[in-house]
């Protein structure tokens, strides 16, 4: 999945608007302290941006995994039945406990 993909509309409209209003403080008050404020706000925005983007990248390989391993399990599930399982503990429904020996 490319980034294109992983950024909703809203995302690339904040990181757009964001930009933009950054040039314009860029330009109207020039290189001082407030613009370092500018800078700030601008790096917190495209920081937020970015955790959102990796925590979708990480979600997403989460979910591949979560797949493997329920195919891996279903395809336990139909190779070994609930028959198979019990008949390899060992136990049937039909045997008898054994509780001393016969007649006593």
Do not use: C
Request: charged share 15%; no cysteine.
């Amino acid at each position: 999945m490319n980034a294109r993909n992983r950024f909703d509309p809203w995302s690339l409209l904040v990181i757009l608007f964001t930009l933009a209003l950054f040039l314009i403080a860029l330009f109207t008050k020039g290189i001082t302290h407030d613009l370092l404020l500018e800078a700030g706000v601008f790096l917190v925005s495209v920081k937020l941006i970015l955790m959102g983007y990796k925590n979708s990248a990480s979600n997403d390989s989460i979910q591949q995994k979560l797949d493997e391993i329920r195919s891996a399990v279903q395809q336990l599930g139909l190779t070994h039945g609930p028959d198979s399982v019990m008949q390899s503990t060992g136990s049937r429904s039909d045997a008898r406990p054994a509780s001393g020996p016969p007649g006593g």
